[in-house]
């Protein structure tokens, strides 16, 4: 059983709660629990179908508000009032912008979770305490637009979304405790870490049906090297743990047999190389990160530009994959990266497609897009340890018409469409980690 509710006052002692005759079937004491807290309470239901009562000591106890729309399910025993969802980010600043140049797009989460009766808070690693079980963080007081940021306690919740947004803060150790605390607590949490570009690759490649739409990638070496080159016309080097563009080089041969050696980004120096012994020396130095080789793809071009395909895939409530979004970038003039933080361009997919290809063709086009990347989900979650809630996957068509993956990103940014101005699709991206966030917390809103 289970309803959508609103929180009101219980005027009894002690902890007590008052709950719809249907829901609690006439039980005297029942275990309440918000996010990881029990409590066993006195129990009196009522004929009211819409509303909880809980008594101030209990609303206390579980930091919980009169007024909040909240979801309730009883399996004869536990009264589970939620599902409580905390925002895990890099780090938090404090009022009145308590996530710093995140807090607008942790502000549309916990506004998205609202809407569909989820609670929301967002935290960072220092403010949890498990001795106590519970969390100080941020959450927006009711109030509709106008909700100001406020500080609160929190039990431990049901559900961690995890958005560590950079890799830096991902690999610290206290992130990594955490983790290992939140699964010993039996919290699940989603959307954990980052992908690295080679790993990514193995795991689709034990799909055959991704195989067709992989361009073939190796390690960074020199045979590798010359073998690719000698294969393809031209080749992406690639920092497997790289982003946004960044430390991409491009090889391409040409008919002299020399290659043109360039950057993806940053300044478009080219250079004639005679042979390839020294083009590991020319690639930037990294710390943690190491080179992949890939199968340079004869992208559709527009507007004389090289264009590829974003597509946002997420979780719904109901724990499938689904479109998001979907749109294409097109490159800056003279570049063979199409990032948008490259100068790349976010445009509708189907109006840019139809440059190069007819619209019938564009139809089937979007709808075979649509089909691998629901594909690339499935055999990375299946090929995942945890829970993955949203992809951001990149995919390439080629001038005949193939469909292409070039890369799968664990953090989609959402900088290019995160200005909501009423767009659905955009609120959507914010309400959907919050929905199967719910569906993991086994609350099917
Ligand atoms: N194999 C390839 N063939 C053609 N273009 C590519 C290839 N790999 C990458 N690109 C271009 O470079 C961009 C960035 O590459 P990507 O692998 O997504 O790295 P990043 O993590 O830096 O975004 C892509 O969006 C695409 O425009
Ligand atoms: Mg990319």
Redesign the pocket.
């Known amino acids: 059983m289970r309803v959508r509710l609103e929180l009101t006052n219980h005027g009894k002692a002690g902890y007590a709660v008052r709950a719809p005759r249907s829901l609690v079937k006439g039980r005297r004491r029942v275990v309440v629990r918000v996010g990881q807290r029990e409590v066993s309470v006195h129990c009196s239901s009522g004929p009211a179908q819409a509303t909880l009562g809980l008594s101030p000591a209990l609303m206390a106890k579980m930091h919980l508000r009169r007024g909040m729309r909240l979801h309730a399910r009883f399996d004869g025993r536990v009264l589970h009032i939620g599902p409580l969802v905390g925002i895990l980010v890099p780090a938090t600043t404090g009022l009145p912008n308590p996530v710093g140049n995140m807090t607008l797009g942790v502000r549309y989460f916990i506004e998205q979770a609202r809407t569909v009766g989820v609670y929301a808070f967002a935290f960072s690693c220092s403010a949890v305490d498990f001795k106590r079980g519970q969390i100080r963080g941020y959450t927006l007081s009711s109030g509709g637009e106008q909700s100001r940021w406020v500080r609160r306690l929190f039990p431990l919740p049901d559900v961690v979304y995890d958005h560590i947004t950079y890799r830096r803060r991902d690999r610290a150790a206290d992130i990594r405790k955490l983790r290992a605390r939140l699964t010993e607590a039996g919290i699940p949490f989603f959307n954990q870490g980052f992908f690295d570009?080679w790993d990514v690759h193995n795991r689709l490649m034990n799909s055959p049906h991704m195989q067709p739409h992989l361009?073939e990638t190796t390690p960074l070496s020199l045979e590798a090297l010359q073998e690719m080159t000698a294969k393809y016309r031209?080749?992406?080097i690639?920092?497997a743990q790289?982003?946004?563009?960044?430390n991409?080089y491009i090889l391409t041969r040409s008919p002299t047999g020399r290659f043109e050696f360039r950057r993806?980004r940053g300044r478009a120096s080219r250079q004639m190389l005679n042979d390839l012994s020294n083009v590991e020396a020319k690639l930037a130095r990294l710390k943690k990160d190491h080179y992949i080789v890939?199968?340079?793809?004869e992208?559709c071009r527009a507007y004389g530009r090289?264009v590829?395909i974003r597509v946002i895939m997420q979780r719904t409530q109901h724990g499938r994959w689904a479109v998001t979004k979907i749109f294409a970038?097109v490159?800056r003039r003279g570049r063979?990266?199409?990032?948008i933080s490259a100068g790349?361009k976010g445009l509708s997919a189907s109006r840019t497609l139809r440059r190069c290809f007819s619209s019938s063709k564009v139809k089937s086009l979007i709808r075979e897009i649509r089909r691998v990347a629901h594909l690339v989900c499935e055999t990375m979650a299946e090929n995942t340890d945890g829970h993955l809630g949203e992809l951001g996957v990149?995919v390439?068509v080629d001038r005949q018409g193939h469909v292409?993956v070039?890369?799968v990103?664990s953090k989609p940014h959402r900088k290019a469409y995160d200005t909501l101005e009423g767009r659905p699709t955009a609120k959507r991206s914010f309400r959907r980690p919050m929905q199967y966030a719910a569906y993991l917390a086994g609350f099917r809103i």
């Open positions: 570009k361009p031209r080749v992406f690639k920092p790289g982003s946004l563009g960044r991409i993806g890939q199968q340079g793809l992208l090289a590829d970038r490159a063979l990266v199409s990032n790349g990149d390439g292409w070039i890369e990103n």
